[in-house]
């Protein structure tokens, strides 16, 4: 929601200079490119740069009104803006033409991190096109997709306070990074083979071990991820009893949405869910016959199906042939789920026959998310990836208050002002 604002603009005919301060999720969505163009397309002159509160911008020219208007009526896909504050501008415009101004550095008390955001459509094309310099590069990510709250060491979100700091562009990408008609116009995350982060093993060894009834330690946005081949009884059973998980569960990720079908019954409002940006894993009705092993839903009528969340998983799922995986979190039995490289080598490498790793940091540890619709609405059952850290709105404000949850399954809360911030 956006709060109304309360200043008399003069009308386009005249020119008016404004400072304009969004705060929500606006750092890592492409918020300042969507800014930059519109300011462009609207004659302005100004600038726009992230800081410790959200986005502060500084406009000057006749369609300021027209601008403003746009600006909460149109921001991008993945952003979510909470305030906009408009006030006069006495100081001077920083023209001519509009610029992306070096980020301000301040207490982050007003800018929220987005979620980690499944691949989008346009990234995945360019992933599949052998003619595209991108073709087979699981990292591929753009201002509308890829990792975030997973790779944020600190706020505003620039690539120096992420784990991309230690991944400088290369010339191609960089130039990519400059070009206001491209979208990856200031993507934080932009990379390619030549100079971002690399897999310790191919795709093809991952699908080789997979194939042959083996394990495999696979790691992810927020974690390492335990996988082998569902249909396959034996893999399942050895990766129980080296596990030392007799009776939960477990998840199973489909190649698309019409192999989930063929998993679990699904209907259209439920793959709505699977398959949005936060690619939970959905628990549903298990179909008769759906050639997975019966140990994976451990005598549960129910199927736990999910939907790749990054490249790398479509990849290994692509190259499995349509056979779906397990998909589990990579920890030992009881304790958190792993993300360190070493620690994933010395204790996953005792469950796994290989253990997968790269060499871009995880900062902030993220499970699964976990959904199932109860009377047409979804349950969220586990908060995580691709959800958390995002805020619940609440009713009214109050006192800032901390809680935690129980001693099985701890989740902490933060309430401050309307805003329920619930941890992984």
Not at 181 to 208: E, I, K, M, W, Y
Not at 293 to 321: E, I
Request: include cysteine; aromatic fraction near 4%.
């Amino acid at each position: 929601m956006t709060r109304r604002n309360t200043l008399a603009l003069a009308s386009d005919a005249a020119p008016t200079a404004l400072r304009i301060r969004v705060r929500g999720v606006v750092q890592g969505v492409g918020f300042r490119p969507f800014v930059h163009r519109l300011a462009l397309e609207l004659g302005l002159a100004g600038s726009v740069a992230n800081d410790g509160e959200g986005v502060d911008i500084v406009i000057g020219g006749t369609c300021a009104q027209r601008f403003l208007e746009r600006l909460k009526s149109t921001p991008p896909p993945l952003a979510r803006i909470e305030t906009v504050s408009v006030e006069p501008w006495d100081g001077r415009l920083p023209g001519p033409g509009f610029t992306i101004r070096q980020t301000q550095e301040g207490t982050a008390s007003g800018a929220l991190i987005p979620a980690d955001i499944a691949p989008c459509a346009a990234c995945l094309a360019e992933f599949c096109d052998p003619r595209n310099r991108r073709f087979g590069y699981v990292f591929t990510s753009c201002t509308d997709c890829g990792p975030r709250y997973t790779i944020t060491r600190a706020l505003p979100f620039d690539r120096e306070r992420t784990a991309m700091a230690a991944f400088p562009m290369c010339e191609a990408c960089d130039a990519e990074y400059r070009d206001p008609t491209s979208r990856r116009f200031h993507s934080q995350t932009n990379c390619c083979a030549s100079c971002g982060p690399r897999l310790s093993h191919s795709v093809a060894d991952v699908a080789a071990v997979l194939a042959q009834g083996g394990i495999v330690a696979l790691k992810g946005l927020g974690g390492f991820h335990l996988a082998c081949d569902a249909t396959d009884a034996t893999a399942v059973a050895q990766l129980r009893a080296r596990k030392r998980r007799d009776a939960k569960p477990l998840a199973v990720m489909a190649r698309d949405a019409a192999q989930a079908r063929r998993l679990a019954t699904i209907r259209d409002a439920e793959m709505a869910f699977l398959e949005s940006r936060e690619r939970p894993i959905l628990i549903a009705p298990s179909r008769p016959g759906n050639g997975v092993a019966p140990d994976v839903s451990a005598g549960l009528s129910t199927l736990g199906v999910m939907l790749p969340s990054t490249l790398l998983q479509q990849a290994v799922v692509d190259a499995l042939c349509g056979r779906p995986m397990v998909m589990t979190s990579g920890n030992l039995s009881g304790e958190p789920v792993i993300t360190d490289n070493a620690e994933a080598v010395e204790a996953l490498g005792r469950i796994a026959d290989l253990v997968v790793t790269h060499d871009r940091m995880i900062e902030a540890r993220a499970d699964d998310s976990v959904i199932r619709i109860l009377n047409g609405a979804p349950a969220r059952i586990r908060r995580a990836r691709g959800i958390a850290p995002a805020a619940i709105r609440l009713g009214s404000g109050g006192p800032d208050v901390l809680a935690f949850g129980g001693h099985l399954k701890v989740a902490a809360c933060l309430a401050t002002g309307r805003d329920a911030f619930l941890s992984p």
